[in-house]
């Protein structure tokens, strides 16, 4: 394909940039052959003539391809697009991995991201590797499925710089095997993550680029048997000892030492002369004490609980920590030089850091201070002590330091290897190898070129390992394959390693006695120069350079032959090997190898014979190997250890070196792009063909390019074929594989043009076709509005002519009228005028004449009035200061009556306090809510007194407004009075009248301050009746508030109750497993005869049903003690001697069997005191009268033996005499009853009678209480009346609350007087000789009966008679050989109400231990066949049913008035008289709650696989596919299963539900708790898949919810709570649904998010990927808008990324009445119960 059909005008190119390596910019006009100039725009609008050298700009990829999970999926793979790819991930979408063929790009993110918690691990268990987005727990699954599949070793390879988070994907995948892959015991797990933080602590530091930097190189190979993680080894390389001695500016030495130092106050580090870290040579040069986020102190604690777990003990330990802080006060000793020229050092004896060494290491001080000074060197003869300098003194201390340092980690490996490794061993393995990358410094040394050689090996074996999977797959696709050349650096690894090579000349260097890093560099110069891979500096400096793969390297050589050497004097090491510490000997003992190392610490250093030398070399240096001779062993075994495993590459990147958080630095990102090989993996794939569809994928991205003849044909193979020969005309652009077509680079990009381009015709045909009919449609409308608007003017002219000419002719109309009108109205007015003036003048003479007639007599009249109103209003002040003073003295009287009451109260309150009895924590909710309920009906109805007393108020203020108006009025009259009294006065009356006319002025005052008073006081009063309103109000909310908060207190204590019980069902799986294990172990190794065998299988049985059964309190306990002591003991049980020496030899030997022997032994101890019984019957043999013996005889025919619970024994004659015995022991029995019950019998009438008394006083107390509390609401208006009022109605409920406890202790008491009357006529009716042979036969013979035993009416007790030895046969018909399907017709919950008509059998019978022990079989049988069928949903639903039946009848049937108030009067009659069912309802409620989690848990593994399948990848609306290509790991192929397998899936559920009869609110929980799943796992899915996060999978996903939605609603399912579970699924599909651009959006869609977290919607919008041509990609700052938005309204506290799928909603047990009538049930004949007797 020409470069112009390429590069035209708008398409991009990637061009260098000094800044950001790589910028875009926008060709402006098209290329064509021989230009030498490519016009550009950049993006800031500038045009950049690009000059065309060598070759032309790499073009951009399409904005489908960009941001790709894998880079290898790029149709042009070269630089700028990997580049491009990773920032927008990193930057865009947050996502910190990245495929790249098989490697995986992790980028440091610098902060804690929520993607690495549990729910995440399972959420990549089992899944492919393209199935979900890139993670190191997807890539450690590939390996982990791999290895599992083929059996064969697998290995991860981690590279990078520091500070690229090596260490911490190490740590993931650790973590992530050992939680996958399970341990055999949890003690492997711990000691295999226990390692870390040891390794973490004594290899790590803190340097300039990272503050948890690994300085040395490990391969941690964990071990697997069966799948299962068995144990772990570690290989660690090059550790950098320098650090322990020198460090640079901002960094640390090793964390352990600091963690010394910060822990230095412990007390058993007090001896050790530890300071803080700023006291130590060692550890202060950095200036640097503290890392930022560290605590040191705490670090140490967990560096010595994982020493605890490794097994290494607290005296070692503490020994460990002795030996590094002698290293850290060996840094502290001074060496002083003896003169200026430097010839001699020497160091004060009272040296204290000297001391404290010594010490410490308990060696001598002066041996110390010798060899610390001097040099022994040996010669053919003599040995001769050379004194050093102060300088190379220093060096001897700082070697010895690093030394002991490099002993102490490799001590701490070998311990860590031995605590993790397996004693059986393992088959296969997974190795992590964490080993530092390529290193390209300023100043480069020895360490840097180890570093760089292990690289280069790692690359080879990359490089191979890449190619090698290239050509599997293009031989596995059957394409024409030509081999390629690609670039292999085993030129530069044979330069470094081969003959002669660096390696090789630095040993032989090391060896000569005057070798110098100098001649070394001269020798390499010599040798190497002509070498492509090796240069020489143009600066004249001994340095060196090695072209690697990932660059040039400048080496300095100095120091490399010293620090390959690795000399430690001999002298010092033989003084440490002579040390009294037993660790220290440990440490150097390995180093010498037998006997030599033992002779080396008895003398000071073995006489060597050779040829004089000035440098001293010991003999065992001389046979040491070299540090890089070491490590060049140890990286062969490691290429032989990877090179047979099957290698995951991680390279781990560091975008930045400020360790911001998600800022990317582009040009340190292309440096490790470049050294880490992921550019090499990408030249290797761009080589070949890069970009690979299958022929389903392709044909379904570019259908549309296709033409209708290819698409008639039904090969997809030929289809695509003769589509590219068409599209693309180069056969060698392309490759047809069996199953895929493969492309060479940039084909794919050419197709998304030209797919765009017919897509983008597409679109332009039907936008002229849809715009013309717009237009046409538009002016159809504009014609016709046109015409109407035309139709309606001319008619409103038509119209306003007319009005105009009807408003002429009424004008002319009113003109004539109106003149008329007037006309008559002007005569009317003159003629009205006269006679008026007539009428008033005639009336003013007769008034005239009238008023001086009348004013004499109305003078009289005003005179008496006056007199009269003076008399009568002196009489009424009199009257009311009587009324005032009485007011008073009655007030008196009420304060003393309350005084009184006060004082009475505090005495009730003073009982009630005595006499307060504590309830459960449950019965304390219930009873709490049931006040709060009292006290809202309580201030309801106070409320309403309140409102009551405030209209009477009201009324009387109404009263006093009417007497205020009627005060008015008579003032006004006393005005009218005042007026006529001043005419009177000018009249000659003032002298008379005027001291009444001032006493009538003061009186008017006095009623103006009167009526402004009251008027005050009225509105006091309306104050203070709003003001007691808001507080009734205030205090109704607060009840709602608080009644609400105990109802959520009751759920969280149902949540924990059932959690509890959750966990109680798991530990009791564990001892079945760990009792089933014992037994087998017992089989194995004890011979028991028959009898013990089967002894052992009902004590297995009995201990089970003892691990389930519930606590009782003591007096249950000693009942079931007594009934013991007279249960008959069968033969199977009886002891044997033959069985008992076998089990006492055994005893010790397992927990189990010790448990076994104390059974047989309380089983015999039964047996004797029943022989003891015996004996002691025959010894109180007494008389018998005549009439006590014919029963007796009759009794012994019947062998009544049977009916009294004694043992029979072998012999007929000893039977008979016990028989008689126990009667008359019976009798006697009888007789101290009777006398008992007449006892109980008075004392129980005495204390009714006195309850009584007290229900009398306390009716009497509580009327006087309402008596006062009605006289005090009269006197409201005092200060704190009210509050006393409400304490009064408290305590008067509170004594009404106790007066119901005292009446249901009376009704309890009535209830035992019952039962002893029914003991007593039961023992009157055994005196009877006739009565009681009739019932003792009808007990004991069963007769034959029919196949469905009929029910008796009216004659019937709803039981069914049985006996002790009869439990195991009912138990085995009813539950654990019962079938439903055996019993057609039956009620589904059959098994429970016959279960339920024994146990009323017991109650009849007051037998409280039988009917417990039926339950607690029962409820044993249960759980065993809930463990044979823990997968069948219907089983599992059959007895949760049968459980919550019988849960429902014993509370039905019990003495509750809560339940048993909805029974008819036939169900009343059967309710239980003497057993309490509230011990076995707590059991049975227990069971139910383990039985509702195991059916979900079942359900659940039906469910889980089918969720993503049917949710997410299922595509009911056809055509709507995601706008993305699938890349090159994911899978094409049609989903598992669809939306209507799941939804049949829950609705044979819910079907099975319904069938065994279940509450339907129990149903309604089960399938909200189903569809909680549902919805968790598909969200938790579309986190974790970019590729889910689009705008049609949005469509697909809300579809999918819809018919959810419109299930629910078919089966009724609307108030089931599961909509609410759905809404977040709900929310995430209308989130990728809305529009994301503007602010207002970014505001529609923070309200629109109300239960998703803020991290979940800022996960799904960064993960969306828009539709190409269709939609913009969403900026950056509009998800930083969103997510400031989100944290504002939700707050910035942690939340949670993935939903807990494993949250269990607490489940409640609704009790439903059953409406069967008991003596009505059928049971059928299949059951095979004819054993049982209906009653």
Known sequence: MAAGDLYVQGARVWIPDCVEVWRVAEITRGYKEGDAVLHLRLEDGSALPYPIEFQLPPLCNPDCLSGADDLVALSYLHEPAVLHSLRRRFLEANAIYTYCGIILVAINPYKPLPIYEEEVIYAYSGREMGDMDPHIFALAEEAYKQMVRFGKHQSLIISGESGAGKTASAKYAMRYFTTVGGCLGDASMEKVLASSPVMEAFGNAKTTRNDNSSRFGKYIEIGFSQAHVTGATIKTYLLEKSRVTFQAKAERNYHIFYQLCASATLPELQGLGLRGAESFHYTRQGQCAAAQGADDAADLDSTRHAFSLLGVPEAEQLELFRTLAAILHLGNVVVRGRDRRGDGCFVEPADEALGLFCALLGVEASQVMRWLCHRKLVTAGETYLKPLSRQQALDSRDALAKHMYGQVFRWMVSRVNRALR??????????????????????????????????????????????????????????????????????????????????????????????????????????????????????????????????????????????????????????????????????????????????????????????????????????????????????????????????????????????????????RAVEQLRACGVLETIRISASGYPSRWTYQEFLERYRALLSREELMGTDKKQICSLALERLLQDPSKYQCGKSKVFFRAGQVAYLEELRYRRLRAACTLLQRHLRGWLARRRFGRARAAAVCLQRHARGMLARRFARMLRRTRAAVMLQKTLRMVLARRSYLRVHQAVVTIQAFARGMFARRLYQQMVWHQKAVVIQAAVRGWLARTHYARLRGAVVYLQCCYRRVRARGELRRLRAEARSVEHYKQLHKGLEIKVIQLQCRLDEQAQEKQRLVEQLSGLNAAH??????????????????????????????????????????????????????????????????????????????????????????????????????????????????????????????????????????????????????????????????????????????????????????????????????????????LLLLGQLNAVNEELARTREELRRSKAPVEPEERKPLDFLKRRNIAEMLGLGRSPEKVAVDDDLKHAYDAVQVANRLLASQLREEKQQHEEEVEGLHLDICSLKQLSQQQAALIQDLQRHQGQEGLQHHVLRLKEENWELAQKLEKQERTTVKLQKQLRAYAKQIQELAVKKEATGPAQELAASTVVPSRSPMVPSLAGLSQAMLAWRMEDEGRIIKAIITDYKPQNSPGALPDLPAYVLFLCFRHA?????????????????????????????????????????????????????????????????????????????????????????????????????????????????????????????????????????????????????????????????????????????????????????????????????????????????????????????????????????????????????????????????????????????????????????????????????????????????HLPFTASPLHLDELRIPDALDLAFLVRL
């Open 951 to 1156: 209209a009477e108020e009201v009324q009387r203020l109404r009263a006093e407004m009417q007497q205020l108006r009627e005060d008015a009025a008579r003032d006004a009259q006393v005005q009218r009075l005042q007026e006529r009294l001043a005419e009177l006065e000018r009249h000659s009356v003032k002298s008379c009248l005027g001291q009444e006319v001032e006493e009538l002025r003061q009186r008017l005052a006095e009623v103006e301050a009167m009526k402004l008073q009251l008027g005050e006081e009225r509105d006091a009063l309306i104050q203070r009746t709003l003001e007691q309103s808001q507080d009734l109000e205030e205090q109704h909310r607060r009840a709602a508030r608080e009644s609400q908060g105990l109802l959520q207190e009751l759920e969280e204590e149902r949540a924990r109750y059932q959690s509890l019980v959750q966990e109680y069902a798991r530990l009791e799986q564990g001892y079945e497993n760990l009792r089933d294990e014992v037994a087998f172990h017992r089989q194995s190794t004890l011979r028991r005869s028959p009898s013990s065998e089967s002894f052992l299988g009902s004590e297995s049985s009995y201990l089970s049903s003892m691990s389930t059964a519930p606590s009782r309190d003591g007096s249950d306990q000693q009942a079931e003690g007594l009934e013991e002591r007279w249960q008959p003991v069968p033969e199977g049980l009886q002891p044997q001697p033959s069985s008992e020496a076998p089990l006492n030899g055994g005893v010790g030997q397992h927990p189990f069997e010790k448990a076994y």
């Open 422 to 667: 397996s004693l059986e061993g393992h088959c296969t393995s997974i190795g992590i190898l964490d080993i530092y990358g390529f290193e390209m410094f300023e100043l480069n040394s020895f360490e840097q070129f180890c570093i760089n050689y292990a690289n280069e090996k790692l690359q080879q074996l990359f490089n191979l390992h890449v190619f090698k999977l290239e050509q599997e797959e293009y031989v596995t696709e059957e394409i024409p394959w030509v081999f390629i050349d690609f670039c292999d650096n085993q030129p530069c690894i044979e330069l470094i390693e081969g003959r002669l090579g660096i390696l090789d000349l630095l040993n032989e260097e090391c060896k000569m006695p005057q070798g110098s890093d100098g001649s070394w560099a001269q020798k390499l110069y010599q040798t190497h120069l002509s070498s492509s891979h090796f240069q020489k500096p143009k600066r004249p400096r001994d340095a060196f350079v090695v072209c690697h793969f990932a660059g040039k390297v400048e080496y300095q050589c100095d120091g490399f032959v010293e620090k390959n050497r690795d000399a430690v004097p001999e002298e010092l090491v033989g003084l440490l090997r002579a040390s009294k510490s037993a660790l220290l000997a440990e440490l150097f003992l390995e180093e010498g190898d037998g006997p030599t190392s033992l002779q080396s610490r008895r003398s000071s250093g073995p006489r060597m014979a050779g040829r004089p030398s000035r440098r001293s070399l010991p003999s065992s240096q001389k046979s040491k190997k070299s540090i890089s001779s070491q490590f060049k062993a140890s990286l062969k075994r490691l290429m032989e250890v990877l090179g047979s495993s099957t290698p995951h590459y991680i390279r781990c990147i560091k975008p930045n070196d400020g360790k911001q958080p998600f800022m990317f630095d582009s040009r």
């Open 1403 to 1707: 109650d009849h019978c007051c037998d409280e231990p039988r009917a417990r022990s039926l339950l607690d079989a029962a409820i044993d049988a249960i759980k065993r066949v809930m463990k044979k069928h823990s997968d069948d949903f219907a089983m599992v639903a059959l007895w949760l049913a049968n459980t919550c039946r019988l849960l429902n009848c014993l509370r039905q049937y019990s003495q509750d008035e809560n339940y048993w108030q909805g029974n008819t009067a036939r169900q009343n009659e059967h309710r239980l008289q003497n057993v309490d069912p509230q011990s076995s309802c707590r059991s049975l409620g227990a069971l139910a709650v383990q039985l509702y989690q195991q059916l979900i848990r079942t359900a659940e593994k039906r469910l889980k696989p089918m969720i993503v399948a049917a949710m997410l990848e299922s595509e009911p609306i056809q055509g709507l596919s995601s706008s993305c290509p699938p890349g090159p790991r994911r899978s094409s192929a049609a989903p598992a299963h669809t939306l209507p397998e799941l939804l049949q899936q829950l609705g044979s559920f819910r079907a099975a539900l319904d069938h065994h009869g279940l509450a339907p609110s129990v149903g309604h929980q089960a399938l909200r708790q189903l569809l909680f799943l549902v919805s968790g796992t598909t969200l938790n899915y579309l986190l974790l898949r970019k590729d889910t996060c689009s705008w049609s999978r949005g469509i697909q996903l809300r579809y999918n919810i819809s018919q959810l939605e419109q299930w629910l609603r078919a089966e009724g399912l609307q108030q089931s709570g599961a909509h609410e579970v759905l809404e977040p699924l709900v929310q995430a599909a209308q989130l990728l649904q809305v529009k994301k651009v503007t602010e207002e959006d970014a505001g529609a869609l923070c309200s629109l998010c109300t239960v998703l977290s803020p991290q979940q919607v800022v996960k799904i919008l960064r993960a969306y990927t828009p539709a190409v041509g269709l939609e913009e990609r969403i900026s950056p700052s509009f998800i930083s808008n969103v997510e400031k938005q989100l944290q504002d309204q939700y707050g910035g506290g942690p939340s949670q990324l993935l939903v807990d799928t494993s949250h269990l909603f607490p489940v």
